[in-house]
């Protein structure tokens, strides 16, 4: 970051005092802004985030040690170097030792030592927002770990979901089954701001067309037979968060009229009930048809679908991203290891050969119950051909005596 796009707020009672301040310190080549005393600091900070903050002690309202403890409530501020006078240098070495200020400069300020608190202040800086971007980055990965993938299909899916986890526009996402439709909506929800609200997932292929209402919108005792008392719906349970709408064009075509009605007014109406309920729900579907196919034939209503296609997100086939076979294969042996205690750690080299030459119709799905089966008999150590079902070209277990001799060999590491 070059020093001319730096921020230096200067806060001082003193107009005089604080314009010289300004005017030396844009001399230097840095951005500044000016405050008048703590609260006006505070509000600066909103519209001019500063980099540094260069503060004197003693002001009226909110002076400069107050400054620093509010500032240090909401998570730290900008490194802050305190401008004392005579008779203030105890305080002064307080602020920086329990407040955690940079550091302190005596009045008369001596222009080249500022200048070099300036700049190491500037760097602590710029090394604070590093950390923090890295943070941020390790975070995103640690999110996103269960969507492993290199190859351009899947970064372009990752930059889809960091782009709109920032924001409540509801979401198609698309995909033969197996693809990581639900994975996607997940890591949409880590990463946004309804991360500590709930979650619901609901299955509409999976719900008879007389219950899937009943779970959507919930229902009043008495509303049906066999409703001995009232329940809350899936909109109701997601309230302040996300709501997943997985398999959207299985949903009945008159079910999705209501649908629509709740995503355009935001209230729901349980079955049997009176009272319409507010809900606050960014709304996620997915599908594994074409939708725009389902609206030709009627399976999907035309306006439900705009409605959910704000932001659309493909997710790619796994025969179109081969390249992620390795990375896939390693995260997956690695969690299928823990989970039934087995030390699998290689994957020989014709194995692989056998799985990249896989069409994989069942997608990154069909990849783990295959591996599943081949950490279990393999149990540690390497994975050979005799562990792959027949279906991907995997032979007869041979008997003991037929066990060849180690021999050298190239192994996928894992």
């Not at 707020?9 to 005089?16: H, N, T």
């Not at 219950?211 to 899936?234: N, P, Y």
């Not at 209230?267 to 507010?278: M, N, T």
């Not at 027949?390 to 007869?396: I, M, S, V, W």
Request: proline residues 7%.
């Amino acid at each position: 970051m070059a020093k001319g796009e730096l921020r230096v707020l200067i806060v001082d009672d003193d107009q005089g005092q604080r314009e010289t301040l300004a005017r030396l310190i844009r001399a230097l080549g840095y951005a500044t802004d000016t405050a008048a005393d703590g609260e006006e600091a505070l509000e600066k900070l909103n519209s001019f985030p500063a980099h540094v903050l260069v503060t004197d002690l003693v002001m009226p309202r909110l002076d400069g040690r107050g400054l620093l403890e509010r500032l240090r409530r909401q998570g730290g501020g900008p490194p802050a170097i305190v401008l004392t006078a005579y008779g203030s240098l105890e305080k002064a070495v307080f602020t920086v030792k329990d407040l955690g200020a940079f550091w302190y400069l005596e009045k008369p300020i001596e222009m080249a030592e500022l200048g070099v608190l300036l700049e190491r202040a500037a760097a602590q800086s710029r090394l604070r927002e590093e950390t923090e971007r890295l943070n941020r980055q390790l975070s995103y990965q640690g999110i996103l770990a269960d969507l492993v993938g290199r190859s351009p299909a899947m970064q372009e899916v990752f930059s889809l979901i960091r782009q709109v986890a920032q924001h409540s526009a509801g979401v198609l996402i698309t995909g033969e089954s197996g693809t990581g439709k639900e994975l996607a909506a997940r890591a949409i929800h880590r990463l946004g701001p309804r991360r500590d609200k709930p979650f619901v997932a609901v299955n509409c292929a999976a719900l008879p067309e007389a219950l899937i209402e009943s779970e959507l919108f919930g229902h009043e005792k008495g509303a049906f037979t066999g409703a001995v008392a009232g329940r809350a719906g899936c909109f109701e349970l997601a309230h302040g968060g996300m709501l997943l709408l997985d398999e959207i064009g299985d949903m009945p075509v008159p079910t999705q009229a209501k649908l629509l009605r709740v995503l355009e007014d935001g209230r729901v109406r349980r079955l049997g009930g009176r009272s319409e309920i507010p809900v606050d729900v960014q709304v996620v579907a997915s599908t594994n048809k074409d939708p725009q196919e389902a609206v030709r034939k009627g399976e999907l209503r035309m306006d439900l679908y705009y409605r959910l296609n704000v932001f659309h997100i493909p997710m790619p086939p796994l025969r179109e991203r081969k390249g992620d076979l390795p990375l896939l294969i390693e995260a997956l042996i690695a969690a299928l290891n823990q989970k039934y205690g087995c030390r699998v750690t290689e994957v020989e080299p014709e194995v692989l050969e056998l799985l990249e030459r896989h069409d994989w119709p069942g997608n990154v799905r069909e990849l783990r119950n295959v591996l599943a089966r081949a950490v279990i008999l393999a149990g540690q150590g390497a994975i050979r051909r005799e562990h792959l079902p027949p279906a991907l070209g995997g032979a007869p277990r041979p008997t003991p005596h037929q066990i060849p001799s180690p021999q050298a060999g190239i192994y996928v590491p894992l």
